[in-house]
């Protein structure tokens, strides 16, 4: 099994940057392919970024494609959320997730078997 804990999220203004945090424990982090996904009250849950476990292989959504950036330190266990440009659309709950599919990027979330707490991100003036 693989814990995983987001942190970094906060309040922040429109245009400004934030820097989410996923740590795992309990597993092999290098094993596991990684998302971001993220949820807005009353809306569905969407997909945010995906990263393989080599890091060798991104994908974002067109939604956040220029302005967010995914990235991973698998000697610290831990995969990154770097959040620029920030707008009010972006706030959300945002969750990490992991794959045990390795070598590929996944945007639906029945492959990702475990999930983080969620961390509240909010852009506002």
């Known amino acids: 099994q693989v814990q995983l804990v987001e942190s970094g999220g906060g309040l922040v203004q429109p245009g400004g940057s934030l820097r989410l945090s996923c740590a795992a424990s309990?597993?092999?982090?290098?094993?596991?392919?990684m998302g971001w996904f993220r949820q807005a009250p009353g809306k569905e849950r969407e997909f945010v970024a995906a990263?393989?476990?080599?890091?060798?292989?991104?994908l974002l959504a067109d939604s956040v494609k220029g302005r967010f950036t995914i990235s991973r330190d698998n000697a610290k266990n831990t995969v990154y959320l770097q959040m620029n440009s920030l707008k009010p659309e972006d706030t959300a709950v945002y969750y990490c997730?992991?794959?045990?599919?390795?070598?590929?990027?996944?945007?639906?979330?029945?492959?990702?078997?475990?999930w983080g707490q969620g961390t509240q991100v909010t852009v506002s003036s």
């Open positions: 997730a992991a794959t045990k599919y390795l070598n590929t990027v996944l945007r639906d979330s029945g492959p990702y078997d475990y």
């Open positions: 990263i393989t476990w080599s890091g060798g292989i991104t």
């Open positions: 309990g597993g092999t982090f290098s094993r596991y392919g």
